[in-house]
């Protein structure tokens, strides 16, 4: 099922908690709504369910035009954050009840669910209570309960948040897995990065109730379309600097990240001035004819070296290899690579990547 | 559990002391009851009192039991308390549900003046709801009994609390799983908060039970009393037959304890997990 979002709103009195937002998911696409916490993603993911009604603008599921549809009759599945199972149930009951209410046949009605246990590996905890089910478990008997009367839309909110790390990424696998066996258009809302970039077909980064940027997730991290996405996404945080273009070239405390030839190779003239700058901490590599600054910590973080260094009084990070022997105090020479220098300009938004 | 320290043994002992005391401190007016019932009319009033009876005296039982028409008294306690629990129940659990899930216009303001209804001593809507049911011509009527009863302010307040802490979620899975309000109401509301409910139903029979005085002002015939005026029987001016009184209170007693043994399950089982994790 397509989904279309026109122009939408909602407003809490003056404050907008989503803001004219214009969004569309082709069929069977996996989209991660992500931001910081009030950035309006649970919002618009509660919207698209029908149990916030917009201010303004309109949800198309396909052709029908569903904005004031109630969430029953969408033909969506939802998974809250916390699960919301219903605890003096059997898991069994639980994915049977959405069923039962759409007057489905008892038999038939376990028989779906026993299908849909499967799907989400839950056989032989049927007759379980849900208390009786470690996390991991209990969100997936949500996400059979969202899925046994066959929507055509999966809404996720926060899916992984109350899971621990490690079960954090099996189950991330796992609903991306669960999401292609049944080709179901899905949208889910996270406030973590790494996890929507992992499973999503693309990413909507929103800020302030803005969709900020839509794309794919490696288009999106190379190429962030503005500071905050550009510091929303990667981990460690990308570099954020103010340097001066000059006639010379970009300029940082004497050090010159970038001659005004590779500049203007970019391919947009910069005019002089001093501009916000980004570099991801990757970005920085070890070289022989680079720029020479001391290392004020080393952190070993397992697969990388995270490096602190200062160049005047701007603090970065760079990610080297584990296998590099440095110490604190010692020198390194580094540049930034080639085409790893994101420029922006007063108002945030990128103007040149060199 | 096994402890080995000193100091943890002493503490459980001090612990178990104290809670022997207080239990046997709770349990002696009820013993003395169940003693004093089986003495002697003499033995009753005796100064010293005696503690273990001379005589056991089970006729006391027997002829408490036809001094007043007690089976027409039980029957008539039973029906009154059964029904103002369950109109009760119902009145509250749909209340609650108002209140605690649905928006409507003057919500806060019912809610406030309901609670306002609280301050008011229920004494001083004896005579008003007196006037009420002569009015109504509902004298000497299980009506005049019953209805008056049957919406409590302070049970709709406790299950508006409990139905408030259910998170929100459940409410709106219920809504995306077809579930209309009063079947959210009944099959998950209800369902997760029956140890409320039971104490509810429970505080609300034995309110029914014991009472005294507004049964005996809206009633005047004998087949409408209830058993608590069956106590006041024992009564005349040659003096008070406290053991008669003992036995029929021992009668009377019997049927509450049942009931609580029979629900004491769900109110020991304490707050059961919620559905929500975190």
């Not at chain 2, 273990?52 to 039973?78: C, D, G, H």
């Amino acid at each position: 099922m397509e989904i279309k979002i026109l122009n939408l709103t909602k407003a809490y009195g003056d404050f907008k908690a989503v803001d004219d937002m214009n969004l569309s998911v082709a069929d069977g696409e996996l989209i991660g709504l992500l931001g910081p916490s009030g950035c309006g993603k649970s919002t618009t993911l509660f919207m698209l369910a029908g149990l916030t009604e917009p201010t303004s603008g309109q949800i198309f599921f396909g052709d029908k035009d569903v904005t004031r549809v109630p969430p029953e009759d969408r033909e969506i599945g939802l998974v809250f954050q916390n699960y919301a199972l219903y605890p003096h149930m059997t898991v069994l009951d639980n994915i049977t009840f959405p069923l039962i209410n759409r007057k489905v046949k008892k038999a038939e009605a376990i028989e779906r669910a026993q299908e849909m246990a499967h799907l989400v590996q839950l056989d032989g905890l049927l007759n379980r209570k849900p208390s009786a089910l470690s996390g991991g478990q209990q969100q997936r008997v949500a996400i059979a309960r969202a899925l046994v009367k066959k929507p055509q839309v999966l809404l996720l909110d926060e899916p992984l948040s109350n899971l621990d790390a490690k079960l954090r990424v099996e189950t991330r696998e796992e609903i991306k897995r669960i999401q292609q066996e049944v080709k179901i258009t899905t949208l889910f809302v996270t406030h973590d990065q790494e996890e929507a970039m992992s499973i999503s077909n693309r990413i909507a980064v929103m800020n302030r109730g803005v969709v900020q940027q839509y794309d794919a997730p490696q288009a999106m991290y190379l190429n962030p379309i503005n500071s905050f996405v550009a510091q929303f996404l990667g981990m460690p945080q990308i570099n954020m600097f103010e340097a001066k273009v000059t006639g010379r070239g970009v300029e940082l405390n004497g050090v010159l990240l970038r001659t005004r030839e590779q500049l203007d190779a970019a391919g947009k003239k910069v005019a002089d001035g001093t501009y916000q700058m980004g570099v991801r901490p990757e970005s920085l590599e070890l070289c022989q004819d680079g720029f020479t600054v001391k290392a004020d910590s080393v952190r070993m973080t397992g697969r990388d070296l995270l490096i602190f260094f200062k160049i005047g009084t701007t603090e970065f990070r760079a990610l080297t290899h584990s296998d590099l022997q440095l110490r604190a105090g010692d020198d390194l020479c580094l540049r930034a690579r080639k085409n790893s220098l994101i420029i922006f300009d007063a108002d945030g938004s990128a103007l040149v990547k060199c | 559990m096994k402890s080995t320290k000193p100091s943890a043994i002493i503490a459980d002992i001090v612990k178990y002391v104290v809670l022997i005391a207080g239990a046997l401190f709770t349990l002696l007016p009820f013993v003395w009851m169940v003693l004093s019932s089986l003495k002697s009319a003499n033995e009753i009033v005796q100064i010293p009192p005696t503690m273990i009876p001379r005589k056991f005296m089970f006729s006391n039982y027997a002829e408490a039991w036809q001094e007043a028409p007690f089976p027409r008294y039980f029957l008539n306690t039973v029906f009154i308390a059964t029904v103002t629990t369950v109109g009760v129940l119902l009145t509250s659990i749909l209340s609650a549900f108002a209140f605690s899930r649905l928006d409507f216009p003057g919500k806060k303001i019912i809610f406030s003046l309901f609670m306002a209804t609280l301050m008011i001593p229920g004494e001083m809507l004896l005579i008003t709801n007196f006037i009420t049911i002569t009015k109504l011509k509902w004298i000497d009527t299980y009506k005049a009994m019953i209805v008056p009863w049957l919406a409590n302010v302070f049970y709709t307040y406790l299950l508006t609390q409990f139905f408030s802490s259910v998170p929100e979620a459940l409410y709106l899975a219920a809504k995306v799983d077809k579930c209309s309000d009063l079947k959210f109401l009944f099959k998950i509301m209800v369902p997760m908060n029956k140890n409320a409910i039971t104490t509810v139903a429970i505080l609300s029979f034995i309110g029914s039970w014991n009472s005294f005085l507004w049964p005996l002002l809206v009633t005047n015939s004998t087949n409408m009393r209830v058993l608590s005026h069956g106590l006041v029987r024992f009564q005349s001016e040659a003096g008070t037959k406290y053991q008669l009184v003992m036995a029929a209170s021992c009668i009377l007693v019997v049927p509450i304890i049942i009931v609580y043994l029979f629900l004491r399950k769900y109110i020991l089982e304490g707050m059961s997990y919620t559905g929500v994790k975190g």
